[in-house]
């Protein structure tokens, strides 16, 4: 059992899920990023300054400035700031893997009209319609010389 599993984990299938589940945590990081500190600033600012980050709707009946204050305080509150910018987090990553899978899907067809037909292995006798080898100069059936 523990000879099947490393073969499991050694094949190529395998190995690639793992090194595309590192690298596409490491790009939610990046599209974290882009969106919490490069896209989500001036959209804010446009619209009067507004951190949606911030936003929120607080459930209890006490004040609290901020987002922050509220949830270290343990008061029940919507973020709705933070799912507007998740939301949009998402949009980007499902954006990237769109275009990503496109180019590689492009590029599959590419390389399969580049590739040439493979040859096949048998061909049809002529005379009684029995398939032989393709290098056959006489039918194993019929015993009809071949045309060249």
């Given at each position: 059992m523990?000879?099947?599993?490393r ?9 690639d899920?793992?090194?595309g ?8 990081k990046i599209?974290?990023?882009l969106v ?5 600033p001036?959209?804010g600012y446009?619209?009067?300054?507004v ?7 607080n ?8 987002l922050?204050?509220?949830k ?21 990553v499902?954006f990237a893997?769109?275009i ?5 899907n ?7 009209r580049?590739?040439p ?10 005379y009684?319609?029995t398939?032989i080898?393709i290098a056959a100069?006489?039918c ?9």
């Open positions: 523990l000879k099947e599993f073969e499991f984990a050694l094949k190529g299938n395998v190995v899920l793992a090194v589940i590192i690298i596409g945590a490491a790009f939610g599209t974290t990023s919490n500190d490069v896209i989500m001036p959209i446009l619209l009067g300054r951190d949606f980050s911030g936003l929120y709707i459930l209890s009946a006490i004040d609290y400035p901020s922050d204050v509220a270290k305080a343990g008061a029940p509150v919507i973020a709705y700031g933070l799912f507007i910018n998740t939301i949009i987090d998402f949009m980007i499902a893997v769109f990503l899978v496109k180019q590689i492009r590029l599959k067809t590419a390389i399969a580049s590739e037909e493979p040859t096949p292995p048998e061909k049809t006798c002529p009684c319609l398939n080898p100069t006489k194993k059936a019929c015993t009809a010389d071949q045309p060249a």
